[in-house]
């Protein structure tokens, strides 16, 4: 399907107009433009013909940055990654660049092949033979479940911290920036034990575990009729 976009059909319809013996100020005030943009139009048609209705070639607003100041940000971003906002703001410390809005910052970035993603504390990779290895466990494990043989949990713990680090940040694409967690004194972890749906009315009281730790801190799990046991870790 052809598709003639707004501003053709509309200054093809004021030729046809004008052809039909309407003035140019008729012909502008019909269109709601102005007289000028009636005449221009006339005068491209005259020498251009059909391709005349169409729009050339905008080469929009100058860059408010060149290829030297782009190129620090680029630099910037490599080394201590973080926001287009702690970006510019460095920048505009340490290089006194003009300003920009973010908007203009990230589309730099992306143009130099950064993208913004999340960092990682830690920045190994689980070998695949160790990973095949417990999917194979833990299938064999669910199978033992189902047959009711044994009762499978699944343990998950997460952590708060009152100072979290910068959680993401510009790299380079293909590349993933990892930072240092905060200390365990400063952290308060959440552990919960939890079944499969399946099994999800295995617990028959309700109770309380407190399971001690070398560390000082012990974890507690509370149990109620048939939801899920839920645990978490206190510090003493």
């Known amino acids: 399907m052809f598709f003639i976009r707004t501003h053709v059909r509309i200054r093809a319809q004021a030729i046809v107009r004008l052809s039909q013996g309407l003035t140019l100020q008729q012909t502008a005030n019909e269109f709601h433009v102005h007289l000028n943009s009636i005449e221009a139009w006339r005068q491209r ?17 100058k860059r408010k940055w060149a290829a030297e100041q782009q190129e620090a940000l680029r630099a910037l971003a490599q080394t ?20 920009i809005s973010q908007e203009t910052a990230r589309r730099y970035l992306h143009q130099m092949q950064f993208s913004y993603k999340r960092y990682r504390y830690s920045l190994k990779k689980h070998p695949p033979e160790a990973f095949g290895k417990a999917v194979r466990i833990i299938g064999e494990l669910d199978q033992l479940a189902r047959a009711g043989q044994c009762e499978l949990l699944f343990y998950d713990e997460f952590g708060f911290s009152p100072n979290p680090p910068i ?4 790299s380079p694409i293909g590349q993933t920036r990892g930072v240092e967690p905060p ?26 575990v407190a399971v001690p730790h070398c560390n000082g801190s012990s ?6 009729g048939n939801a899920p046991c839920r645990c978490w870790q206190t510090s003493r």
């Open 45 to 61: 048609w005259n020498r251009q013909g059909l391709m005349g209705l169409y729009e050339g070639h905008h080469t929009g607003r």
């Open 183 to 208: 200390s365990h004194g400063e952290r308060v972890n959440v552990a919960e034990y939890f079944q499969d749906q399946d099994k999800a009315g295995a617990a028959e009281s309700s109770h309380r």
């Open 80 to 99: 201590d990654g973080g926001s287009a906002n702690s970006l510019l703001r460095t920048l505009a410390q340490t290089e006194g660049l003009p300003a």
């Open 167 to 170: 959680q993401s940040g510009w």
């Open 219 to 224: 974890t507690t799990c509370n149990c109620q």
